[in-house]
């Protein structure tokens, strides 16, 4: 099959490579020039895309990346995997997807199933995509939804094995999409209609929001209490059923868990419901950093000024660059309020806000663990007897106990 992927980040870019890894001809298409000079060098940024693949992948033609949204022509699917972000509002921010429906309704004339992998409420393929197609060809396209599930940095559940779930606006959609995803990924979950794929992914993701914010409260309490969190979440999931672990941390990040429930969210209040274990979770986590900053200041004697502190990781999840949404930066920004000296060191970031990543340094006066990426040599600060709290949102224990 020709196949277009539109958009190059972390999801499109995954899914074009599965598609060309098996005998697709894959155009990645991106408006962002710089990328796609990298891509065309085979770079990436991309966890779990190795550079040899990719070369081979372009050497061979059958993954092509480009700015040129004429080469999608002739597609025999194209997918739709743009940023859907938050707006200054925290409302859902569609101007990506609806920009690139638009021109892409304009620009294929043949038949094409129309695929959208790109995060969204409940009835944005029915209600906004093809509308927009209907509007602008005459061409009778078909269209399926099909949820991204990438997780950048995971070393066992990829592309290939994640699970996919499907639905078309028809059954001839649903069997185009079903076959088409069959020939790079091994499991297949049809839902009854794009509405429940769709909410599916929001689903997921709430879940996974609301229940590192009772972790997060949890922490609070047990603080308190006079005992680890952490501690006692250890303790609870030796229960073989019935319970799944979740870690406190300083607050979510990435694309996916601060942003899908407030999609979920949305998409209630349209209908008159009110989402409040999500909004009360989104609030408890975006707290977490002041909470944090606040029993730092106490375990220090209740001044930061002048203190010099360096975090190991401020990406938002280790093994990434990725700095959306990341409650690392929240933390840094409180911390300087607080007139603290703060460095970091992020070799996967390697700069940010015209500040650069720095080696850990033994000599500051506290070490913060965040995202503890398997390049940064935290033996440093256990060499050094550093003074180090540790924030990792994971069950590792990397020389000093969980702060919280």
């Not at 938050?86 to 569609?94: M, Y």
């Not at 304009?106 to 093809?130: D, Q, V």
């Not at 005992?227 to 990040?253: C, L, Q, R, Y």
Request: aromatic share 8%; with cysteine; glycine share 6%.
């Amino acid at each position: 099959m020709r196949v277009s992927v539109i958009g190059q980040g972390y999801v499109g870019l995954s899914v074009a490579v599965g598609a060309a890894s098996v005998g697709h001809v894959v155009v990645g298409v991106d408006s962002n020039d710089s990328l796609i000079s990298d891509l065309k060098k085979s770079q990436t940024f991309v966890p779990g895309i190795k550079r040899e693949l990719l070369n081979e992948l372009i050497t061979s033609g059958s993954y092509i990346p480009t700015t040129n949204l004429d080469l999608i022509q002739k597609s025999d699917v194209v997918i739709i995997a743009v940023p859907t972000p938050l707006d200054s509002n925290k409302k859902p921010d569609l101007s990506f997807l609806k920009a690139a429906t638009l021109e892409i309704s304009k620009t294929i004339k043949n038949t094409a199933l129309i695929i959208n992998e790109s995060t969204s409420y409940p009835g944005t393929l029915r209600n906004l995509i093809k509308p927009i197609f209907d509007s602008n060809s005459k061409v009778p396209f078909f269209f399926a939804s099909a949820p991204e599930r990438i997780d950048p940095g995971n070393e066992v559940w990829k592309i290939s094995n994640t699970p996919r779930i499907i639905a078309g606006l028809n059954q001839e959609s649903t069997d185009k999409a079903i076959k088409f995803y069959k020939t790079f990924c091994s499991s297949i979950y049809q839902a009854s209609s794009p509405e429940v794929a769709e909410a599916a992914k929001l689903f997921e993701n709430s879940f996974r929001q609301i229940n590192i914010a009772l972790a997060n409260e949890f922490s609070v309490i047990s603080n308190l209490l006079g005992f680890s969190a952490n501690e006692a979440i250890h303790a609870a999931a030796t229960k073989p059923f019935g319970f799944m672990p979740f870690f406190p941390s300083i607050g979510v990040g990435g694309h996916c868990i601060p942003v899908d429930p407030s999609y979920l969210s949305y998409a209630a209040e349209l209908v008159g419901a009110k989402p409040s274990f999500i909004e009360l979770a989104n609030q408890t986590n975006l707290n977490m950093v002041k909470h944090v900053v606040g029993r730092i200041k106490e375990e220090l004697g209740g001044k930061l000024k002048g203190l010099q502190i360096q975090l190991a990781g401020i990406a938002y999840k280790p093994e990434v660059s990725d700095l959306r949404e990341s409650p690392a930066l929240l933390l840094i920004e409180e911390l300087e309020k607080e007139e603290s000296v703060v460095t970091w060191c992020d070799p996967l970031v390697a700069e940010y806000k015209n500040q650069r990543s720095i080696e850990l340094n033994p000599l500051v006066d506290l070490g913060i663990i965040i995202s503890p990426h398997k390049v940064i040599d935290l033996k440093v600060w256990l060499r050094g007897n550093t003074k180090v709290f540790d924030l990792s949102a994971d069950a590792n224990n990397y020389g000093w106990p969980k702060f919280l």
